[in-house]
């Protein structure tokens, strides 16, 4: 509660970014206690991000997969080195009870962790057969520029999840987390810029799902979203994402 009432501004390209709108955050238990402000993305502040990732992309995608993945595993170390921290904020936060809260802790560890190790795996690739006078080879490449929208029930460790695996894939992640749970998420790419995640390749764009999640969506530099959500926002998310926009180079890709 001591460091209760700060702002958390957007983080595009590594840089924090303060659009004038805030929401307030208050706890569940307690609406009068103000845990905090988070800055408001707008559609533009979603195209700033897309761009800065577009920048980073390409360098992401050669930086090899053992480096992606001890990028994570430090990151890993850091938040499990800030166990309670990350824990308090979604006692405060979301309204978590203690025992539930240090489990989501956990579990956004083990994340970072295993797919640090399924990135390396999957860069050696499967045995495939060789045929005399041949070589042949199988790789896995990144799909491009990641769309991460999370729930609030597992504020935590389904965002990280989701990010984790782009990240590790060599994909940019642009991460909307739910507007009930911002100050955690936040955290979270604090903590992956820390442990040397490119600025333009993990960024932070709270907000509105009608406008911030949806302009993610839509986007057509977006190749990949992530979401975890609603029957009917999913649904929705599929629907907008069949549609080939101008400038789209590829189908994009709803997990």
Same mark, same amino acid.
């Given at each position: ?45 979603? %195209?700033? $991000?897309? @761009? ?6 390409? =360098?992401?995608? !050669?930086?090899?997969? #053992? &480096?992606?993945? /001890? ?32 489990? %989501?802790? $956990?579990? @956004? ?6 797919? =640090?190790?399924? !990135?390396?795996?999957? #860069? &050696?690739?499967? /045995? ?36 984790? @695996? ?90």
């Amino acid at each position: 509660k001591d460091a209760a009432g700060a702002d958390f501004p957007l983080v595009i390209d590594g840089e924090d970014v303060i659009t004038g709108e805030w929401e307030a955050v208050t706890c569940p238990a307690d609406p009068s206690f103000v845990l905090g402000r988070v800055a408001r993305a707008r559609p533009e502040e979603v %195209d700033r $991000a897309v @761009a800065a990732a577009r920048a980073t992309s390409a =360098s992401w995608r !050669a930086t090899p997969a #053992a &480096r992606r993945a /001890q990028v994570l595993r430090d990151a890993a170390g850091l938040i499990e080195a800030r166990r309670y921290e990350f824990a308090a904020t979604m006692v405060l936060e979301s309204a978590k009870p203690w025992r539930e809260a240090d489990g %989501d802790v $956990a579990e @956004a560890i083990d994340y970072l962790r295993y797919y =640090s190790g399924l !990135a390396e795996e999957m #860069a &050696r690739g499967p /045995q495939l057969v060789q045929v005399p006078g041949e070589v042949n080879t199988y790789r896995y490449e990144p799909r491009g520029i990641a769309a991460v929208i999370a729930p609030w029930n597992f504020p935590l460790a389904i965002i990280t999840g989701m990010t984790s @695996a782009a990240l590790a894939a060599g994909c940019p992640a642009i991460l909307k987390p739910a507007e009930q749970s911002p100050l955690v998420a936040a955290q979270l790419v604090r903590v992956l810029l820390e442990a040397g995640v490119p600025a333009g390749a993990v960024q932070y764009l709270p907000g509105p799902g009608e406008a911030v999640g949806r302009a993610l969506v839509e986007h057509p530099q977006v190749e990949v979203i992530a979401f975890t959500g609603s029957n009917a926002v999913g649904l929705s998310i599929l629907q907008a994402a069949a549609v080939v926009r101008p400038g789209q180079r590829s189908v994009k890709r709803v997990i």
